[in-house]
């Protein structure tokens, strides 16, 4: 009896080892590379310890802060409207109309295009040149835009095309959470004399909050950690006006090879990713209490 105990953990080792060194090991080998001078330079793979030298030049650096800045613009227009035009989609595909079958193929095909062909596709169609939405301005008779030339509005315009991008997967999330909820709760409420705005915020947020928060979770999460979308798209330009967090990142890492730096912001990113999941799961305890 004892034996068949540790069949379980037995079967599960593999997979427990597989996580340890794809997800586990690396955050403690990054910690490792954050408190010593890790630079491409280094002759002779010497790597001087610094301690928190690294966490405390990041915090001093201008071009780190106003990262963040414009990190949190990003995630906070991606992750509303992501969240808010996937909702209406979703709402629209359930009701089973004609056409719902093709549309929903057709909503579904930005989530299946890689981030650097989505980066390029748009860079296209931004070209102040023969881009295709100056074009179709020119035609209208309106003034043509600098869409990713003007630092003014290239990082709405990322913003754009990130929401584009992924807004699929919010409709195909709350499209199928939508469907969990039973319809003849609907049909009693109508009976009872409830409008479709007392039915939504008295029976279809309360159910689909929880769906929702993992919705939130993951697209924060998604947006803070893209970079490959606008390195294509801006390069995190012009005047780092894009350059988001995570591109910065993999500037400081690649680019200039202060992998130290470069591994620092990278676990500044983990924890904000940690807070945010932490704060929405705290919040959704305390509504389900």
Excluded: C
Excluded at 100 to 129: C, E, H
Excluded at 217 to 238: K, R
């Amino acid at each position: 009896m004892q034996r068949k105990k540790w069949i379980p953990f037995l079967l599960l080792l593999p997979a427990l080892s597989i996580m340890f060194f794809l997800m586990i090991f690396p955050v403690f080998w990054n910690f490792s590379i954050s408190l010593h001078d890790v630079k491409t330079t280094n002759i002779n793979n010497v790597w001087p310890f610094v301690g928190f030298q690294n966490w405390v030049k990041i915090f001093q650096d201008e071009y780190f802060l106003q990262s963040l800045k414009v990190t949190l613009f990003f995630v906070l227009g991606s992750v509303f409207f992501q969240i808010f035009i996937g909702f209406l989609i979703a709402r629209i595909l359930i009701e089973r109309v004609w056409g719902t079958k093709f549309f929903r193929v057709l909503f579904i095909l930005p989530w299946l295009l890689s981030a650097t062909i989505v980066g390029f596709s748009w860079q296209w169609m931004y070209n102040d040149y023969f881009g295709l939405i100056n074009g179709l301005l020119i035609r209208l008779g309106m003034q043509p835009v600098n869409w990713i030339s003007d630092p003014n509005m290239a990082l709405i315009s990322l913003l754009i095309a990130n929401i584009w991008f992924g807004t699929p997967f919010s409709i195909l999330f709350q499209e199928s959470s939508l469907l969990t909820i039973d319809r003849s709760l609907y049909e009693a409420a109508k009976i009872d004399g409830a409008n479709p705005l007392q039915s939504f915020f008295n029976i279809t947020l309360p159910l689909l909050a929880p769906f929702l928060g993992i919705n939130l979770i993951l697209t924060s999460m998604w947006s803070i950690n893209l970079f490959d979308l606008q390195l294509v798209l801006t390069g995190g330009g012009p005047l780092m006006s894009t350059t988001t967090a995570s591109l910065y990142m993999y500037k400081q890492g690649f680019d200039q090879g202060k992998l130290s730096i470069g591994a620092t912001i990278g676990l500044v990113l983990l924890i904000i990713n940690l807070i945010v999941s932490f704060l929405y799961l705290r919040a959704l305890r305390g509504e389900e209490a």
